[in-house]
């Protein structure tokens, strides 16, 4: 069985097609999907997919989303995370992390809002005893500052596409990384050697659907703008994808599977619990 680390499955994009493509997506055997916020006003939606369609949730804000929030949504995160601490559908604080692309890069008032946020919802993991979710987008080194400074060491590393020297640092911290429809690209040369060399212990799948689409579903710019729409990826990706890394590193599929899906409930211990269901 599978494990898509990192679905965005309460997306507008994937409305109006999700409860299908979330039946074949298990047909398939994605057996669990990890659906994480990105701001409070989709709290409840990710909480009510999981309890509806048997997956997991985070709580947290996204780096992305942090300059349309205020200072009083995480005292609001805090309060969600004390009154559903103890739901075992909830896996993790995220998705939250930090974000290169900000205009200027690593500072001014934009960069210093997304660091004020990700370090006090790491410091929220921490006291609630939950692993983190993360956005490292240009910003592998920030994280990992911010990570030591609180004292985080469980969660994943979402899409990463660091350096082998960030990648290592990444797992001496105690998390592991997660790769997807990205590495389907050939010209993605430096993200596959990582997913080809990186420890196996070290990767989780994921298909951060609907974004980041495997090459399979990809649209280029001027035939999206000529009319054609974008391919829609979502977890029923997840197992093609998943192909394409276990023939990077040159291993059986099915023993990928087992591979990834122990690296995932190690990185989100309450996990666990559901594969054992699935697997019963």
């Known amino acids: 069985m599978w494990i898509d680390t990192h679905c965005h499955w309460d997306a507008a994009e994937l409305h109006a097609v999700a409860a299908q493509r979330r039946e074949v997506a298990r047909a398939r055997g994605v057996a669990l999907a990890v659906v994480p916020a990105v701001s409070k006003s989709t709290w409840l939606a990710c909480r009510s997919w999981a309890q509806q369609h048997g997956d997991v949730y985070a709580l947290g804000i996204h780096p992305l989303f942090v300059a349309d929030a205020d200072f009083g949504d995480l005292d609001a995160l805090e309060a969600e995370l004390e009154a559903h601490q103890h739901d075992p559908r909830l896996v993790a604080v995220g998705e939250i992390g930090l974000d290169g692309f900000v205009d200027p890069p690593y500072s001014g008032a934009a960069w210093d809002k997304q660091w004020r946020f990700f370090v006090a919802q790491l410091k929220l993991a921490k006291r609630f005893g939950l692993p983190v979710v993360l956005h490292v987008r240009s910003a592998v080194d920030a994280v990992l500052k ?20 960030q990648a290592q640092a990444i797992a001496r911290q105690g998390l592991v990384m997660g790769f997807g429809g990205a590495c389907t690209f050939d010209a993605a040369r430096r993200l596959r050697h990582l997913a080809a060399t990186l420890p196996a212990e070290q990767i989780v799948m994921e298909t951060d659907g609907p974004d980041i689409p495997p090459q399979w579903l990809y649209v280029t710019k001027d035939a999206r703008s000529a009319g054609q729409p974008q391919g829609l990826n979502a977890s029923d990706e997840l197992p093609a994808i998943a192909r394409v890394v ?27 619990v559901w594969i054992d269901e699935h697997a019963s």
Do not use: Y
Not at 146 to 163: C, K, P, T
Not at 246 to 272: E, F, Y
């Open 146 to 165: 911010g990570l030591r400074q609180v004292g985080v060491e469980a969660g994943i590393a979402h899409a990463f596409n660091g350096s082998d020297a």
């Open 246 to 272: 276990a023939d990077l590193r040159g291993v059986d599929t099915s023993a990928w599977a087992q591979q990834t899906t122990a690296n995932a409930c190690r990185a989100l211990p309450r996990m666990k």
